[in-house]
């Protein structure tokens, strides 16, 4: 919602028209929810069968019972009970305001990685980053005063951003396609997701991660 002055009928500076303006755009999680509905059959079918497989054993290993059951099915669910708490954990902090002429941007751990004036900032980037498809922009806002803020639309309220880009009116300037380490150097100090930019490093952290995760659920029904 963005509320305007009554007044002078003539056009506002942009500038002043945006101290003016309130608007508050909320996150969206459909799209993780629609992918957590999409995969819910087959992630239910996978829980029971490891259950059932830790149950009864499977050619020289032997079986734990009930318990083996109870720890295959929670070995599947604990990930999604996860990505659960972080999608709550963003749904009830997160948000971009725009309010008194400064616009906040907070993420899901409730830090504010953009506090500016409305007159400080310079504009609004449109790039193509990696692992996004060919038809998904992110957006980078910059400003004098702080370092700049990368904003997936895809996690936003569209009519929010629209209404959001519209009270600012930033000039626009699309980058186009953009590797991590380009980005990092067209926009110094942006804030970029590390495992994309240590994409190496950070899948094999990965593939340890989950052998060490798969490792500890076979053997935990044994030592309890």
């Known amino acids: 919602m963005t509320l305007r002055p009554s007044g002078d009928p003539s056009s506002p500076d942009p500038a002043d028209e945006a101290e003016l303006s309130w608007v508050s755009v909320r996150p969206d999680n459909g799209p993780s929810k629609a992918l957590l509905l999409k995969g819910a059959p087959l992630i239910a079918v996978g829980a029971l069968r490891i259950g059932l497989m830790m149950a009864r054993g499977r050619g020289t290993s032997a079986g734990s019972g009930v318990t083996g059951l109870v720890i295959g099915i929670l070995a599947v669910v604990f990930p999604l009970l996860w990505v659960g708490v972080l999608n709550g954990l963003r749904w009830a902090h997160a948000g971009i305001r725009l309010e008194d002429g400064v616009l906040t941007v907070s993420d899901r751990w409730n830090r504010k990685v953009l506090h500016a004036p409305v007159s400080s900032l310079t504009g609004r980037h449109t790039v193509k980053a990696p692992f996004d ?53 067209r926009f110094p100090g942006i804030p970029t997701p590390w495992r994309h930019v240590h994409l190496v490093v950070s899948t094999l952290l990965i593939v340890l991660g989950c052998i060490a995760y798969v490792a500890l659920i076979v053997n935990l029904p044994f030592l309890l």
């Not at 060919?134 to 209404?163: C, M, Q, Y």
């Not at 519209?166 to 980005?183: A, I, K, N, S, Y």
């Open 133 to 185: 498809g060919p038809h998904k922009n992110r957006i980078v806002i910059t400003s004098r005063s702080h370092r700049p803020v990368l904003v997936d639309p895809r996690f936003w309220d569209a009519e929010g951003l629209r209404e959001l880009w519209r009270d600012l009116r930033l000039p626009v300037q699309d980058h186009g396609f953009l590797t991590w380490p380009l980005l990092q150097k």
